[in-house]
């Protein structure tokens, strides 16, 4: 696996390549989650000469005034042997001053309705840094194919919004979430919990399946509707919150677009995924389950 840190050797690198990228974009710190983006984005080129790119890079235009873009776990060495066994080609993992040469004052803005709800309510902005730095990488590795994790099922559903708007001639795929033996869905915040937070954790995926229990039960007796997913999100939250986490969402959304499904919808087939976002302690963390 090569390792390069500027755009001038991304681009000699990459011209080397019969091919066009697959690529997985990351911030590190990777866990199996992670690797298992690269073994899928490694199959989908399979034979065709096209190089698997992953990058590392800590993105301070997504995190908040508040958030833990200084403590963000930096773990590159760790992570390049990792991305290696697991079949990656390249690694770029440019420097702040690399890959923002100037403040980035152009910026990509995703249309509100898809960013302002969820975690784009609790994350002023968030989107905005993500579809800007997604966009910029994008550029700068041309992919063909780009593999994101469904764990972040906003960001996936708004990097396709994004790439179809735009035109860009680029795949999209979706990794299904890697879970812990309990369920707790992988991710690189997990490494901030205490050994009783960690336990506490798979709390978040017992609240989903309830959630998913309860809409599909309401949905086979025909009592599926507007009402009855608010009250399905209220008792979530508060079975959560009784137990001292501090809950920002739990919503039962359509999957094509993450707005609400009307009583037309629930009564009838439409695809609904729920998510949740809460706090244990100073971790926020985040899951959902397609219903
Ligand atoms: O999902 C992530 O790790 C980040 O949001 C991404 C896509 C690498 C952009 O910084």
Known sequence: MKIIHTVAELRAELASHPSAPAFV???GNLHEGHLALIAQARQLVAGSGSPVVASIFVNRLQFGPNEDFDTYPRTLERDAKLLQEAGCDILFAPSEAEL???PQGYKVVPPTELADILE????PGFFTGVCTVVHKLFNLVQPRI?????????????IRNMVAQM????AIQGGETLRADDGLALSS???YLSAPERAEAVQMITALRAVKEQVNGARSAGGLNQARVAEIERQ?????????????YVMVRRQRDLLP?????????????????SRLGKTRLIDNLEL
């Open 25 to 27: 974009p990351t911030m």
């Open 100 to 102: 923002y040469p100037q």
């Open 120 to 123: 784009g309510a609790f994350r």
């Open 146 to 158: 780009g593999v994101f994790g469904k764990k972040d099922y906003q960001q996936l559903m708004i």
């Open 167 to 170: 035109g860009l001639p680029i």
């Open 189 to 191: 915040r997990n490494g």
């Open 236 to 248: 979530a939250v508060a079975a959560l919150d009784a137990r001292g986490w501090k809950t920002d």
């Open 261 to 277: 499904a009307t009583d037309a919808e629930l009564a009838q087939g439409e695809p609904l995924v729920s998510l949740a976002a």
